[in-house]
């Protein structure tokens, strides 16, 4: 077990939705605060290599875990593949290779389950990575995140990098994003919910049919994975970090219109897409390496999310 309070740990979008709570859960590990350090978008941007070594010498990371994205729902990946694909890919690249260079005790790079094939069994099983294409609307983004697993396992094999790689289910939480034009469907409908409520109006549209199931993991639960994975693996394979549960997007709707009570009807616009038919995770091996079982209820996770819109909207 690696004792974390000996290291300086950086923490890439450590200011940001996940970020934020994995620094919470690094200084819950006695983690001393001046140990954890972020690399802010305004002084270092992470897509180019001279800045990325920059970082490394500035900062002199023992560890690096690696948060930083360029994410969206579907819309934003429908509209983005190219910057997805490229600044992803760019950002774990150069990271992996600093921190080779510059002698790393561990580098955590936490990837997708967009990464997963759009027909794969369910749950999804780690060793089912590689059994098809992503779905289509997010393919750029998961096939950057999965280059950036093979890279992983390339470096451990030749520079004996310790490097581990993390696939979390969808998350949501506190703090999310609720931006209309790149939030994720929980935030978004959210947002819709409430708006509406607010606005007295008679219906919501949602994208899709609400047929296809997401899994979807609290923030503070995947936080707390990371920490635990980061303390306690040190294997090459990658490892799937979620609630082994799904639920429909149609039922999903529901349940947040009974928490914003919103009494008006759902309209599904078909003509916009699905996404990926099914969506769950093994967690077997999660709980076999590093114990990681996750502890917030959908129903739970709802009620703190939306309250806390209400409270910053």
Not at 108 to 132: H, I, M, N, R
Not at 159 to 177: E, H, K, Q, T
């Amino acid at each position: 077990m690696l004792d974390l309070s000996s290291h300086r740990i950086v923490v890439t979008g450590g200011a940001g939705f996940l970020g934020h709570h994995v620094c919470e859960q690094l200084c819950a590990a006695d983690v001393d605060a001046g140990a954890i350090l972020v690399p802010r978008s305004s002084d270092y941007d992470l897509t180019r290599e001279g800045d990325v070594e920059r970082m490394y010498e500035d900062m002199r990371p023992t560890i690096v875990i690696h948060l930083a994205a360029v994410v969206g729902g579907i819309g934003a990946n429908r509209a983005n593949p190219g910057r997805y694909f490229h600044d992803n890919l760019a950002m774990g690249m150069h990271l992996i290779e600093h921190a080779r260079r510059n002698d790393v005790r561990k580098f955590v790079q936490v990837g997708t389950v967009c990464s997963y094939p759009k027909f794969t069994a369910t749950p999804f099983v780690e060793d089912d990575l590689w059994k098809g294409y992503p779905e289509e609307t997010n393919a750029p983004y998961g096939v950057a995140k999965k280059a950036l697993l093979v890279m992983l396992q390339a470096y451990r094999q030749q520079y004996d990098l310790n490097g581990i790689s993390l696939l979390p289910a969808n998350l949501y939480g506190p703090g999310d994003n609720f931006d209309p034009g790149s939030s994720h469907v929980i935030p978004a409908l959210i947002r819709r919910f409430c708006d509406a409520k607010a606005n007295a109006e008679a219906q919501v549209v949602v994208w899709g049919t609400g047929t296809p199931s997401r899994e979807f993991l609290f923030v503070e639960d995947c936080a707390r994975a990371i920490v635990m994975a980061t303390r306690e693996y040190d294997e090459g394979e990658p490892v799937n970090i979620g609630t082994g549960d799904e639920i429909t997007i149609a039922d999903l709707a529901e349940l947040i219109r009974t928490h914003v009570g919103f009494r008006g009807a759902i309209h599904w616009d078909a003509s916009m897409p699905d996404g990926q038919p099914r969506r769950r995770l093994d967690t077997t091996r999660a709980k076999a390496a590093f114990g990681f079982e996750a502890e917030t209820r959908l129903d739970e996770g709802l009620r703190q999310t939306i309250e806390w819109y209400r409270g910053h909207e």
